[in-house]
């Protein structure tokens, strides 16, 4: 029996060895590998700002020519816009209206001024529109005249020498009309044949100054006389006179009861550029239109847009 009894424990024995170590096989765990290499990555590097580009700084020479109604005007913006811009130099002449568009169409200047619209002749020459103010402008006598308003009709009859005293006009001062001109380039004298004279011709007669300062300082020197100018020409030594009983005034202008006044006009040839565009565009543009025009005895561009 306890032989037997041996056999079998022996037996159980080595059969409990090897459930053991069967069992300690099934739950060993392999070592974990170490990978030296940086995980693998599709992201790509973030990229470097942008540079902010400097603005480029203008530099050049614009030219102007034409208008003398809107000299003064163009030469206080071509003064302030070389001051914000001192690698520019902004030349401005006068010459009227007529010179103007004639030398921005041939190119001798890069702007051409001018009281009055491009006519046919300019149809082709592919000239682009800037207006840069309204310019009211009066009839104005020297300060001896005893006449403050003339009806167009008077006033027409004056510029065409069919009135040539006083007189004929108050009844009572017996005195030869000296008419004073612009020349046939002038866009002031074309406003005022168009508007006064229902584009009837001038006399002849009387004197011809080349600009509107020369006609201002001419009248207010000259008794008895009679001319028109652009109201930033106006002084203390002339008299602006009313017509058909209405002075000049922005409210006067913008109901349509005062008629003498013009669009100003500054043309370039094809679309402007570099420093000319920008010296349009100071112009034209709100810091100059908001206030300066007025103190120029100039309205803005856009008073008669509805």
């Known amino acids: 029996m306890l032989k037997h009894f041996s056999r079998k424990g022996s037996l159980a024995m080595m059969t409990v060895l090897l459930m053991g170590v069967l069992a300690a096989c099934g739950t060993q765990t392999a070592a974990p590998t170490t990978d030296t290499k940086a995980p693998a990555t599709n992201a790509a590097a973030p990229a470097a ?3 902010a580009e400097t603005p480029k700084e203008l530099t050049g020479t614009v030219t102007a020519s034409g208008s003398s109604a809107l000299l003064p005007l163009v030469k206080q913006a071509a003064t302030e816009f070389m001051e914000k811009n001192p690698k520019v130099t902004v030349n401005v002449t006068a010459g009227g209206s007529g010179t103007g568009l004639k030398n921005v169409a041939d190119g001798t200047s890069d702007i051409g ?16 529109d800037h207006v840069a103010a309204i310019a009211p402008f009066a009839l104005i006598v020297n300060k001896n005249v005893p006449v403050d308003n003339l009806s167009k ?22 005195a030869k009309i000296v008419v004073v001109h612009r ?17 009837k011709d001038f006399t002849k007669d009387g004197v011809t100054q080349e600009s509107s300062g020369a006609v201002a300082t001419t009248v207010g020197s000259t008794q008895n006389s009679i001319g028109y100018v652009d109201t930033p020409y106006l002084n203390d ?6 017509f058909n009983d209405v002075a000049f005034s922005k ?30 565009d100071y ?8 206030k300066r025009v007025e103190e120029l005895k100039f309205l803005q561009a856009n008073l008669l847009k509805k």
């Open 49 to 51: 700002p942008a540079k």
């Open 113 to 128: 001024n001018s009281d009055v619209a491009a006519g046919d002749e300019y149809k082709d020459k592919n000239l682009v």
């Open 153 to 174: 009709q008077q006033a027409a009859d004056i510029f065409m020498g069919k009135i040539t005293n006083w007189k004929d006009i108050d009844g009572k001062t017996d």
């Open 183 to 199: 020349p046939d380039s002038s866009g002031s004298r074309t406003l005022v044949k168009q508007i006064v004279l229902d584009n």
């Open 237 to 242: 030594t002339i008299k602006a006179l009313k």
């Open 251 to 280: 409210d006067t202008i913008k109901d349509g009861k005062y008629p003498l006044y013009g669009v100003e006009h500054m043309y370039t040839k094809g679309e402007a550029k570099d420093a000319v565009k920008a010296f349009l």
């Open 283 to 290: 112009i034209t543009g709100p810091e100059f239109q908001g």
